[in-house]
């Protein structure tokens, strides 16, 4: 069983900052990927990010690039998403989840409860 627990949503003010993080526990496959989806209120679940487990290499959004940031610190099984020049649109619940590469939530294994994000402008 793995569990994915989400950090460091708030509010913040547009053009701001912040780095939300993902705790992992449990075992999962190597060739897993961690990701970062989010939701806006009425809206669907966008793929924001994601990062592999074993190599490191990332993947955006296009709308998301410049902007944001993913990284991973395999010691502390632990995933972060660096968000900057921050925009009211980028209000929404930010999950991560973990799965196979692919930025759609419907092949994820296991998601987080979520943290809120709010932009004000």
């Known amino acids: 069983q793995v569990q994915l627990v989400e950090s460091g949503g708030g509010l913040v003010q547009a053009g701001g900052s912040l780095r939300l993080s993902c705790a992992a526990s449990?075992?999962?496959?190597?060739?897993?990927?961690m990701h970062w989806f989010r939701q806006a209120p009425g809206k669907e679940r966008d793929f924001v990010a994601a990062?592999?487990?074993?190599?490191?290499?990332?993947y955006y959004a296009d709308s998301m690039k410049g902007r944001f940031t993913i990284s991973r610190d395999n010691a502390k099984n632990t995933v972060y998403l660096q968000m900057n020049s921050l925009k009211p649109e980028d209000t929404a619940v930010y999950y991560c989840?973990?799965?196979?590469?692919?930025?759609?939530?419907?092949?994820?294994?296991?998601w987080g409860e979520g943290t809120l994000v709010t932009v004000s402008s």
């Open positions: 989840a973990v799965g196979p590469l692919n930025s759609s939530d419907r092949f994820m294994d296991y």
């Open positions: 990062i592999r487990w074993s190599s490191g290499n990332t």
């Open positions: 449990g075992r999962f496959f190597s060739n897993s990927a």
